[in-house]
């Protein structure tokens, strides 16, 4: 015999529930349709627009320059070119007649960026160029120096306006264009790294990293003139017209290229050949000469960070951090083999001053 039902059990399948029969009998709105709850008498309801203001940036009244590397900023002074508390932009430390030294990561490791960025150095240079990563990992290495307060310059990995504009939406502090060998190129350089009418650079100010994603009211008004825009010269046909190169209006520096030089002089295997030297020294003095752009290089084994800074170089990439941690294991194996090879001599006979140890012995 089947146990009477339960008032519970009643009630749990009354048509007067939300069973899902009442459901279909009274059908009721999705909660989504359905008015908002009434708002506490004592609450005022939260205006977002009025508490963070618009997102869309406007001009900022302040002359003051905004790096946009997204580094932390103060208006403190400090000593340390890197700290995070004083971010001075690239454009700006240049005007004061400092010569700034810096790294090229190919790596695209966040850590080893971050590690770079707590050394001391004063720029770091992620080259999309030559590294393997892309835009995607660039950011991380990005998000890795701001925590150091080192500015980030991006290698381009081809001088195009989509490349120019993926890199600039992340917030550098600098853009590296290769293979610059005319005035046309480096104008067309320029108009990738500008907003219409100045230039062609697409626009989504309002939602990108470079403006703290549209919080960043002044970026509008200090992007353009704390950009640093590199054209690398590495060619005969880039030495050829590196003064014009210079001269272009918004060109901030030359960026010297010696292997890629060295190859397109027939010396690729060579790149300190006496002809690329004079070369290298030709292209210099044309930049110098020329009193528009800071001149940038690379240090290679038989021309030093030293050499180039008293050349009258005003930044000096020194290293390449997979070059230093190649440097580093290999020369670490080599330490340990060689400790294995000294133990084998060792095994064949005690070794005392330069002696068999029997042959000292009986010596004695």
């Keep these: 015999m089947a146990a009477a039902p339960t008032t519970a059990a009643v009630a749990a399948v009354s048509p007067a529930t939300n069973s899902s029969l009442s459901t279909l009998r009274n059908p009721k709105p999705p909660p989504f349709f359905s008015a908002p709850p009434s708002i506490p008498p004592n609450r005022s309801p939260l205006r977002l627009a009025a508490r963070f203001g618009a997102l869309a940036p ?138 219409p009418p100045a230039g062609v650079r697409g626009s989504a100010h309002t939602v990108v990293r470079a403006s703290k994603y549209g919080i960043d009211e002044g970026y509008l008004s200090n992007c353009e003139e704390e950009l640093l825009v590199m054209c690398q010269v590495e060619s005969q046909q880039g030495v050829r017209n590196v003064e014009q190169i210079a001269a272009v209006d918004g060109v901030d520096c030359i960026q010297m290229g010696p292997l890629d030089l060295s190859a397109s002089m027939g010396y690729l295997w060579d790149p300190g050949n006496k002809k690329v030297r004079e070369m290298m020294r030709t292209a210099e003095k044309g930049v110098l000469g020329s009193g528009r752009a800071y001149l940038s290089g690379f240090a290679m084994p038989f021309d030093s960070p030293d050499d180039l800074r008293k050349r009258g170089y005003h930044m000096v990439s020194g290293a390449v951090d997979v070059g230093l ?40």
């Design 325 to 364: 941690f190649r440097n580093a294991v290999v020369e670490d194996v080599k330490r340990f083999r060689m400790g294995l090879e000294d133990q084998s001599s060792d095994s064949d006979g005690e070794m005392v001053d330069g002696k068999d140890a029997d042959e000292k012995y009986w010596s004695e």
């Design 58 to 195: 406007v001009r900022s009244s302040s002359s003051a320059s905004i790096p946009v590397d997204l580094s932390p900023s103060s208006s403190s002074s400090s000593s340390s070119p890197s700290s995070a508390a004083n971010p001075r932009s690239l454009k700006s430390r240049l005007r004061g007649g400092e010569t700034l030294y810096g790294i090229f990561l190919l790596s695209f490791s966040p850590t080893v960026a971050e590690i770079a960025g707590l050394a001391g150095y004063d720029f770091a240079v992620v080259d999309m160029e030559h590294g393997p990563g892309g835009v995607s990992e660039a950011l991380h290495c990005l998000r890795a120096l701001a925590g150091t307060g080192t500015p980030a310059i991006l290698r381009l990995p081809e001088s195009s306006a989509a490349w120019a504009k993926k890199a600039l939406d992340l917030g550098p502090q600098g853009l590296m264009f290769p293979m610059i060998d005319t005035p046309e190129l480096a104008r067309d350089a320029v108009a990738y790294s500008r907003f």
